[in-house]
C-alpha cells in the first residue's frame, strides 16, 4: 500500500521524533504545523482507548453524555492528552445527533442549558467543535448565543465546517473567541490509500499556510494508518503534529480577545 512507502528511520531519529514535551523554539514554530483532531469518542471503549494511545499531540473530540465520556477524558488527562468538547449539533439531512443534541428547535433558555450540561460533562476540555451541525452552524442568531457561553467556559472552538455556509467562525470572532476551521476530513472514505490522500493534503495546506486542521475518526482504517505516519511524521516530513491550544496560542499571540491572525483564515 502507498502509505508503507515511508523512509525507515534510525533510532536516533525516532528518538527525536518522541521528544515532544518541551516549549516549542521559534524555529520549531517556524515548521509547518498540522493540529489532528479524532471525533466521536465516548461510545466504543477499546476504539477510544486506542486513539488515545496515538502517538504525539493529537486533540480528542469527545461526545457528551455517551457512555465512557468521562472516562475518555479521565485517560485522556492521565496521558496528557487534549480533550475538546464534540458538541453534538442539528443537521440538515436530519439526522440524530445523539444525546445532548443543540437544535432549532430549543428556547434560548434550554438551548443554553443543554449547551451548559454538555461542557460540564466533558471534564479537562480545552475547547468544542461541532458535531455534525449544517443545519445549525449556519444559524447566526443560535451560533451567536453558542459563543457567548463558549466565551463564558473560556474555551476555544473550532468550526468543523460541515456546512459551506457556516457562520461558526465568524459569530466566533464576532464575540473575540478564539477559533480555529478545519481544513481535510481524513475518512470520509474508510480505505487506506484515500486516507493517505487525505492527509497528504493536510500537509500540503500545512505547507502552504503554517498550520491545517485535520479531523479524522476512531475507525480501523484510520487508526491503523496514523499509528504507522505520527511516530515518523517529523522526521520524514518536516511537519510537528500541535495540539489545538497549541495552534490557537500561535494564532493569537497577543493575547485574550484580540485578534492577531497568522493563519490567514
Same mark, same amino acid.
Given at each position: 500500500?502507498?502509505?508503507?512507502?515511508?523512509?525507515?528511520?534510525? #533510532?536516533?531519529?525516532? %528518538? &527525536?521524533?518522541?521528544?515532544?514535551?518541551?516549549?516549542?523554539?521559534?524555529?520549531? @514554530? +517556524?515548521? /509547518?504545523?498540522?493540529?489532528?483532531?479524532?471525533?466521536?469518542?465516548?461510545?466504543?471503549?477499546?476504539?477510544?482507548?486506542?486513539?488515545?494511545?496515538?502517538?504525539?499531540?493529537?486533540?480528542?473530540?469527545?461526545?457528551?453524555?455517551?457512555?465512557?465520556?468521562?472516562?475518555?477524558?479521565?485517560?485522556?488527562?492521565?496521558?496528557?492528552?487534549?480533550?475538546?468538547?464534540?458538541?453534538?449539533?442539528?443537521?440538515?439531512?436530519?439526522?440524530?445527533?445523539?444525546?445532548?443534541? #443543540?437544535?432549532?428547535? %430549543? &428556547?434560548?433558555q434550554?438551548?443554553?442549558?443543554?449547551?451548559?450540561?454538555?461542557? @460540564? +460533562?466533558? /471534564?479537562?476540555?480545552?475547547?468544542?467543535?461541532?458535531?455534525?451541525?449544517?443545519?445549525?452552524?449556519q444559524?447566526?442568531?443560535?451560533?451567536?448565543?453558542l459563543?457567548?457561553?463558549?466565551?463564558?467556559?473560556?474555551?476555544?472552538?473550532?468550526?468543523?465546517?460541515?456546512?459551506?455556509?457556516?457562520?461558526?467562525?465568524?459569530?466566533?470572532?464576532?464575540?473575540?473567541?478564539?477559533?480555529?476551521?478545519?481544513d481535510?476530513?481524513?475518512?470520509?472514505?474508510?480505505?487506506?490509500?484515500a486516507?493517505?490522500?487525505?492527509?497528504q493534503?493536510?500537509?500540503?495546506?500545512?505547507?502552504?499556510?503554517?498550520? +491545517?486542521?485535520?479531523?479524522?475518526?476512531?475507525?480501523?482504517?484510520?487508526?491503523?494508518?496514523?499509528?504507522?505516519?505520527?511516530?515518523?511524521?517529523?522526521?520524514?516530513?518536516?511537519?510537528?503534529?500541535?495540539?489545538?491550544?497549541?495552534?490557537?496560542?500561535?494564532?493569537y499571540?497577543?493575547?485574550?480577545?484580540?485578534?492577531?491572525?497568522?493563519?490567514?483564515k
Amino acid at each position: 500500500m502507498a502509505f508503507l512507502q515511508y523512509p525507515i528511520i534510525g #533510532l536516533l531519529a525516532l %528518538l &527525536s521524533a518522541l521528544a515532544g514535551t518541551s516549549m516549542p523554539t521559534q524555529a520549531e @514554530q +517556524a515548521r /509547518p504545523s498540522i493540529v489532528l483532531i479524532i471525533d466521536d469518542l465516548g461510545y466504543n471503549w477499546p476504539r477510544s482507548k486506542r486513539a488515545l494511545s496515538l502517538h504525539g499531540a493529537v486533540t480528542y473530540g469527545v461526545l457528551p453524555h455517551t457512555p465512557y465520556s468521562r472516562q475518555v477524558a479521565e485517560q485522556a488527562q492521565r496521558y496528557g492528552k487534549e480533550i475538546i468538547v464534540h458538541v453534538p449539533m442539528s443537521s440538515v439531512h436530519r439526522y440524530h445527533p445523539g444525546p445532548g443534541s #443543540l437544535s432549532e428547535n %430549543l &428556547s434560548r433558555q434550554h438551548f443554553v442549558q443543554v449547551l451548559n450540561s454538555n461542557l @460540564q +460533562a466533558v /471534564p479537562h476540555a480545552r475547547g468544542a467543535n461541532n458535531h455534525m451541525g449544517s443545519a445549525l452552524t449556519q444559524n447566526e442568531s443560535l451560533m451567536s448565543l453558542l459563543m457567548q457561553e463558549i466565551g463564558r467556559h473560556e474555551l476555544y472552538f473550532i468550526d468543523s465546517r460541515t456546512s459551506v455556509n457556516t457562520v461558526a467562525a465568524s459569530m466566533a470572532g464576532l464575540h473575540n473567541i478564539k477559533h480555529l476551521s478545519r481544513d481535510v476530513f481524513l475518512d470520509n472514505e474508510q480505505e487506506t490509500d484515500a486516507i493517505h490522500r487525505q492527509f497528504q493534503r493536510l500537509l500540503r495546506v500545512a505547507r502552504q499556510r503554517g498550520v +491545517a486542521v485535520g479531523i479524522g475518526h476512531p475507525h480501523r482504517a484510520t487508526l491503523d494508518y496514523l499509528e504507522v505516519v505520527l511516530p515518523v511524521l517529523e522526521s520524514s516530513e518536516n511537519v510537528r503534529l500541535i495540539s489545538g491550544s497549541e495552534a490557537i496560542a500561535q494564532r493569537y499571540p497577543a493575547g485574550p480577545g484580540q485578534l492577531a491572525l497568522k493563519l490567514g483564515k
